[in-house]
């Protein structure tokens, strides 16, 4: 992957240097059918952040205010969409980013692989939420007990054979897994928390993302809760 990856920052490195200006404000779109003035869309990455956390700590607590007149809100969207964060998430069903922020149709770009694991197709996917639709926040969202991270430990504490394409998985979650190895305590959840960082750390690392703020963060299967990592 990296000299695939080589690659497709060569070819876009011309766009990205275009890109790298202020973040247009965009307009809220309105939720037909509530009632209410649309309230204003974040237009930083520290208001995003906010109205994420505030949306998840709605969802933990069992008090969404979501989904609005969804048909209203997709009428509205069919001209454009203007969402405020992009959300690398894993491909787990309990781990539903909409659900997990409490936020509506429209208002996140989300991307999903097994373990957040990165790949061409991930980049250029979050390279045009950033240059494209101006999105300000990226978040890349680890969780408690994921399976993939399960099958790297495995395969590291075994040696057995990994099948097919779950062998692209284990290799890019392993150099997390032998890292924290030695780490007492909970090794699938260091191994998660390291891998989920330096996911972080490789997206604002690369100059295609020099527009947006991009941060680390675990959810909690148990509580609901999304926190931030270092």
């Known amino acids: 992957m990296a000299s695939n990856r080589r690659a497709f920052l ?8 275009s890109a790298a200006g202020a973040l247009a404000v965009v307009p809220a779109q309105a939720t037909a059918g509530t009632g209410r003035p649309p309230a204003p869309a974040p237009a930083t990455a520290s208001a995003a952040l906010d109205e994420l956390l505030a949306g998840n700590r709605r969802y933990a607590v069992g008090r969404p ?3 609005q007149d969804v048909v209203g809100r997709r009428r509205v969207l069919a001209g454009g969409q203007h969402p405020f964060a992009a959300v ?8 539903v980013p909409e659900l997990v922020f409490d936020q509506g149709l429209g208002d996140l770009l989300c991307i999903r692989t097994a373990g957040q694991v990165l790949d061409e197709a991930v980049l ?3 390279q045009y939420a950033v240059e494209e639709l101006r999105v300000p926040l990226v ?27 779950l062998e692209l998985l284990v290799e890019e979650i392993s150099p997390a897994a032998r890292r924290t190895r ?17 996911v972080r750390d490789a997206i604002r690392a690369d100059p295609a993302f020099a527009g947006a703020s991009v941060v680390a963060a675990r959810f ?5 809760l999304v926190a931030l990592l270092p």
């Open 10 to 17: 060569t070819v876009t490195a011309s766009a990205t240097a």
């Open 65 to 67: 205010r979501r989904p």
């Open 88 to 95: 690398l998430g894993c491909i787990d069903s309990r781990v």
């Open 124 to 126: 250029g996917s979050l």
């Open 139 to 165: 978040v890349v969202l680890g969780h408690e007990r994921c399976g993939a991270v399960a099958a790297t430990l495995g395969r590291l504490r075994t040696g057995a054979a990994v099948p097919g394409h």
């Open 182 to 198: 030695a780490l007492p305590g909970d090794w699938a959840e260091h191994t998660m928390r390291a891998h989920t960082a330096w």
């Open 220 to 224: 909690d299967l148990d509580s609901g």
